[in-house]
């Protein structure tokens, strides 16, 4: 059965950091494509970031600069920095494999950014 746990959320002050890590399990994740998304109040979901196999990484215009998608192949695992955040980045966060026609997506984690 295949899993993805996400955590790393909680609440933090404008300009802060928090790293967001997610986990899979039940598959074989070497080649996925792993991405994070976000919802915030009221909001569609949204793309944030992605890191392909080969590494190569790509991020929505409003995070670019300060946030950082990584991964770990052996542990199945991907993460996301956040530096310097904003009220806006406030959102419930997914983790998302993708390998060939298959998505899985995590249960997602809440982060918000608050004085």
């Known amino acids: 059965q295949v899993q993805l746990v996400e955590s790393g959320g909680g609440l933090v002050q404008p300009g802060g950091s928090l790293r967001l890590s997610c986990a899979a399990s039940?598959?074989?994740?070497?080649?996925?494509?792993r991405r994070w998304y976000r919802q915030g109040p009221g909001k569609q979901r949204e793309f944030v970031a992605v890191?392909?196999?080969?590494?190569?990484?790509n991020y929505a215009g409003s995070v670019k600069g300060r946030f950082t998608i990584s991964r770990d192949n052996v542990k199945n695992s991907v993460f996301l920095q956040m530096n310097s955040l904003k009220p806006e980045d406030t959102a419930v966060y997914y983790c998302n494999f993708k390998v060939g026609r298959d998505d899985y997506w995590g249960q997602g984690t809440q982060v918000t950014v608050s004085s």
């Open positions: 039940g598959s074989d994740f070497s080649f996925a494509l």
């Open positions: 890191i392909t196999n080969g590494g190569g990484t």
